[in-house]
């Protein structure tokens, strides 16, 4: 079961903050999410303050359904203060929903450099969205919809299909490396 959706914001939602344009489908996507997942939360290297703010005008000009702009952002800690992200794990997630499971919790994101050790399985890979005149046709957010459904009727393979689907950059070590 899916308890909590963890959403990239830049290349998943919209292309990037500066100058942003909303995905195609993105309203559709949403507002499926809101309706179906308990909790769909942000998770971004954006700055709290720019993620809300690009919500909001998503949410005003009517790119995006009512909620958009409520949305949690996930607390994301830096390495030591740097500005080197750690990995996305789902477990500063789980910290603002203590109730729900760790497996309960997914994550889409363009970058699977992001995806934590272990936490594959969690993980729904997009391509990424630039905003170029290329990806109008863009129809992305409606192939993860169908995948939402796929897992929300307890279909737990669909993540993996993805995952190998892909021809995504791979940064982070993965769980195969290990094995
Ligand atoms: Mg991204």
């Known amino acids: 079961m899916i308890k909590v959706l963890a959403l990239d914001l830049e290349?998943?939602?919209?292309?990037?903050?500066?100058?942003?344009m909303p995905r195609p489908h993105l309203y559709k996507f949403l507002e499926f999410c809101f309706k179906n997942i308990p909790q769909t939360v942000l998770f971004t290297?954006?700055?709290?303050n720019e993620g809300v703010n690009k919500?909001?005008?998503?949410?005003?000009?009517?790119?995006?359904?009512?909620g958009t702009a409520d949305m949690p952002v996930v607390k994301w800690e830096r390495h030591n203060n740097t500005?080197?992200?750690?990995?996305k794990n789902l477990q500063?997630?789980?910290?603002?929903?203590?109730?729900?499971?760790?497996?309960?919790?997914?994550?889409v994101d363009d970058i699977e450099g992001f995806v934590?050790?272990?936490?594959?399985d969690q993980y729904i890979p997009i391509l990424s969205f630039?905003?170029?005149?290329?990806?109008?046709?863009?129809?992305?957010?409606?192939r993860?919809?169908?995948?939402?459904v796929d897992i929300l009727a307890g279909d737990w393979s669909v993540t993996r299909r993805g995952y190998r689907g892909f021809d995504v950059p791979i940064i982070g070590d993965k769980m195969e490396d290990k094995q």
């Open 92 to 107: 500063f997630v789980q910290k603002m929903f203590p109730e729900v499971k760790l497996h309960e919790i997914f994550l």
């Open 83 to 87: 500005t080197t992200f750690l990995p």
């Open 116 to 120: 934590a050790l272990g936490q594959q």
């Open 45 to 48: 290297a954006a700055s709290y």
């Open 11 to 20: 290349g998943t939602l919209i292309n990037s903050i500066y100058n942003p």
């Open 130 to 142: 630039q905003g170029s005149q290329a990806t109008v046709h863009d129809t992305e957010l409606l």
């Open 55 to 66: 919500l909001n005008r998503l949410e005003a000009v009517g790119a995006a359904p009512m």
């Open 144 to 148: 993860i919809k169908d995948i939402l």
